[in-house]
């Protein structure tokens, strides 16, 4: 029993890491961006070095600024300043307020209501910002492919910062804005299509679902065949102790239920809290699929097969 209890401990302690890292570091920020870029209404990202005030918009310093917590952590990332009254209620912040993406506040360990500083060299002091929101979506705003990280800030600004800080400004532009902007021959640095990158991040959400398909499948099927092997050695004792082939088989079943069954409704429990956490109920029922396929694949070898053979 010690051997197959070491077993049951190591599949679940592997499921409860495996899931928590393919799930939550590997998937869901991609499956928040792409989410977030269907819901958000625009279509087209444009950088430019002019202010065109008639368009939602944000200031996106040069530098990456460092934000520094209570306690002394620190993390630079992109930073933007709020520009007039946005269509995004985050964005329309007070001189001493800051919306963060939740990669920064898991860096930082804040929270709304928390108190960071940051440092500007246009300025001698470092500024001083309550955190008004946490921002439900992960990536860079625009260009995910090149903002890996995950981490930015939206601060407000105090009438100087926004003139003194060197930068571009960004405009978030649905189709018909979008074909406004370039009627009339506004000047632009860069130009983002977010369908093309809506696209590049589907198919990397696909391909990390397949590659993760795959190594579920893999790790399952290897436990399986190794606990088999470890129950059938313990069953066979029973076998050659005398027992009916009726008995000996209950006792297969039985183990394999507990051994195998018990850690795949662990998992599946488990599973569905991180995906009702997230909210992306197509994970669960990849997860499921899977956990079905295994238990379809243990049944092949349960029943006493072998013992009644002999028998």
Same mark, same amino acid.
């Given at each position: 029993? &010690?051997?197959?209890?070491?077993?049951?401990?190591?599949?679940?302690?592997?499921?409860?890491?495996?899931?928590?890292?393919?799930?939550?570091? $590997?998937? +869901?920020?991609?499956? /928040?961006?792409?989410?977030? !870029?269907?819901?958000?209404?625009?279509?087209?990202?444009?950088?430019?070095?002019?202010?065109?005030?008639?368009?939602?918009?944000?200031?996106?310093?040069?530098?990456?600024?460092?934000?520094?917590?209570?306690? @002394?952590?620190?993390?630079?990332?992109?930073?933007?300043?709020?520009? @007039?009254?946005?269509?995004?209620?985050?964005?329309?912040?007070?001189?001493?307020?800051?919306?963060?993406?939740?990669?920064?506040?898991?860096?930082?360990?804040?929270?709304?209501?928390?108190?960071?500083?940051?440092?500007?060299?246009?300025?001698?002091?470092?500024?001083?910002?309550?955190?008004?929101?946490?921002?439900?979506?992960?990536?860079?705003?625009?260009?995910? #492919?090149?903002?890996?990280?995950?981490?930015?800030?939206?601060?407000?600004? =105090?009438?100087?910062?926004?003139?003194?800080?060197? @930068?571009?400004?960004?405009?978030?532009?649905?189709?018909?804005?979008?074909?406004?902007?370039?009627?009339?021959?506004?000047?632009?640095?860069?130009?983002?299509?977010?369908?093309?990158?809506?696209? =590049?991040?589907?198919?990397? *959400? &696909?391909? /990390?679902?397949?590659?993760?398909? *795959?190594?579920? !499948?893999?790790?399952?099927?290897?436990?399986?065949?190794?606990?088999?092997?470890? $129950?059938?050695?313990?069953?066979?004792?029973? +076998? +050659? =102790?005398?027992?009916?082939?009726?008995?000996?088989?209950?006792?297969?079943?039985?183990?394999?239920?507990?051994?195998?069954?018990?850690?795949?409704?662990?998992? $599946?429990?488990?599973?569905?809290?991180? *995906? /009702?956490?997230?909210?992306?109920?197509?994970?669960?029922?990849?997860?499921?699929?899977?956990?079905?396929?295994?238990? #379809?694949? !243990?049944? $092949?070898?349960?029943? @006493?097969?072998?013992?009644?053979?002999?028998?």
């Amino acid at each position: 029993m &010690i051997p197959s209890l070491a077993w049951l401990f190591c599949v679940l302690v592997m499921g409860f890491v495996f899931w928590n890292i393919v799930f939550l570091e $590997i998937i +869901y920020p991609l499956q /928040r961006e792409l989410d977030y !870029i269907k819901e958000s209404g625009y279509s087209y990202v444009v950088e430019s070095s002019n202010d065109y005030e008639e368009y939602s918009h944000l200031k996106k310093l040069e530098n990456l600024i460092t934000f520094t917590n209570e306690q @002394g952590k620190r993390s630079n990332v992109n930073t933007y300043i709020s520009v @007039g009254q946005s269509s995004w209620d985050e964005w329309n912040l007070q001189e001493n307020e800051i919306a963060i993406s939740q990669k920064m506040a898991d860096k930082l360990d804040l929270s709304i209501g928390s108190k960071v500083s940051a440092y500007y060299p246009i300025y001698d002091q470092p500024m001083e910002y309550e955190v008004k929101a946490v921002l439900p979506y992960a990536s860079d705003l625009y260009n995910i #492919l090149e903002n890996q990280d995950f981490s930015y800030a939206v601060v407000g600004d =105090d009438g100087v910062l926004i003139n003194r800080a060197k @930068g571009i400004w960004i405009y978030f532009l649905n189709s018909q804005e979008y074909e406004e902007y370039y009627e009339r021959g506004n000047s632009y640095i860069n130009r983002f299509d977010l369908s093309e990158e809506t696209d =590049d991040l589907f198919m990397q *959400i &696909i391909i /990390r679902y397949a590659v993760m398909l *795959i190594l579920m !499948i893999s790790l399952v099927t290897a436990v399986a065949m190794l606990m088999h092997k470890e $129950i059938n050695r313990e069953v066979l004792k029973y +076998y +050659y =102790d005398g027992y009916g082939i009726r008995q000996v088989k209950g006792i297969d079943r039985r183990d394999h239920f507990f051994f195998y069954g018990v850690p795949c409704v662990a998992q $599946i429990i488990w599973m569905k809290f991180l *995906i /009702r956490k997230a909210e992306y109920p197509i994970s669960f029922f990849i997860c499921v699929f899977v956990i079905l396929v295994s238990m #379809l694949f !243990i049944t $092949i070898f349960v029943g @006493g097969r072998k013992y009644g053979k002999a028998n």
